[in-house]
């Protein structure tokens, strides 16, 4: 067992504690997971990529709730859908490793698509 | 060590290797994120609920591809932050746990701040 | 003059008295859109499709504000980038009448990719 | 009349001619609003800010695209949900000038919760 896994437990025994998986589709969770993205992003809306990279004790202890926020609706997510999100994520790389040879990718930003 | 700390291992040397970190600010992550979790948004946005809770093969394949890369931009994103997102989680059940304890939330989707 | 001409001009004003050009780069404009959708997003993220229709008046008085705080964002990043959307829209509607032909998009949702 | 009730009307009947009115539910329409918004960020996601200013012709092009998808999704939305949006927006303009006086808000990008 990995730790995503525990919190995948937690996770199921708050909701169920609540009877909040009525409201769990994962339609529903996706919607949340986007909003909780969305605060994450707000956070960064009007700063420099430079300041993105710095930011003070207070602001990190804000965005650090808000990564939190997104981890936990996505293994909610996950758990719903019965799929194990770290060994899909292994399989993407690999793919991703194919997509984007180092040689075509290197210092580049381009999606695979508009290799040549 | 965990498995996240070895995916996030392996997105580390991914992204050197291509000479990516140039590309890879909080504020540029933040923005990749969001876009994929839109890509999971888009497969749900015509089903009822109902319909989210039982995908067709085909579906759940492309939704689980989806699930990936939003792990994977979470996990690369929190490194560059230096923030552990397992730990970060933890804690906030615990806040949550404060905010909706079970009498006032059971049944109820209702933010906390609606709470009286 | 249209009245989205009208408001466009009225943000201009607002955004130089307030020396506020400097952050309104479409990339950040971007950020700040989609986090006003989210906001909308959030209302509707724990109701039914039904619910979402037959909101009540303090709720329905929230989502206006919402969908007040995107057009505002919407055709102050179409301004940066001098884009009439007014237009655009027009010219969208006549491309997705090709793309859905009443014959194969009645009553189906998939998108025109999916059609053979 | 104004151009935007035009583009309502146009909405209205293409939606009605395909049967649509079923899957455009205003939780739905959210939906599929962010996901436009989020392939307008995607455009947007590795470039610099400055960058984001000098488009290219081509992107440009592709951008308007989205700009257009944007309008078209919100328009039908406040459409659902009978809200006058070009009203609403005025409205919301007047809140924002009581809520960032010139003098607090020149060369400030602080949300008005954060003055003091």
Not at 25 to 33: T, V
Not at 46 to 59: G, H, N, Y
């Amino acid at each position: 067992m990995n730790n995503l896994t525990s919190l995948k437990q937690k996770l199921r025994t708050f909701s169920e504690d609540r009877d909040w998986d009525q409201f769990h589709s994962p339609k529903n969770l996706s919607m949340a997971l986007i909003v909780e993205v969305a605060e994450l992003v707000e956070h960064f809306q009007w700063l420099t990529e430079e300041q993105s990279r710095t930011l003070s004790e207070e602001k990190l202890g804000e965005v650090k709730e808000e990564l939190a926020d997104i981890l936990i609706y996505l293994v909610r997510l996950a758990d719903t859908l019965d799929v194990d999100i770290l060994r899909a994520a292994g399989e993407k790389i690999e793919k991703n490793r194919t997509r984007y040879p180092i040689e075509k990718a290197k210092g580049n930003a381009d999606k695979y698509t508009k290799f040549d």
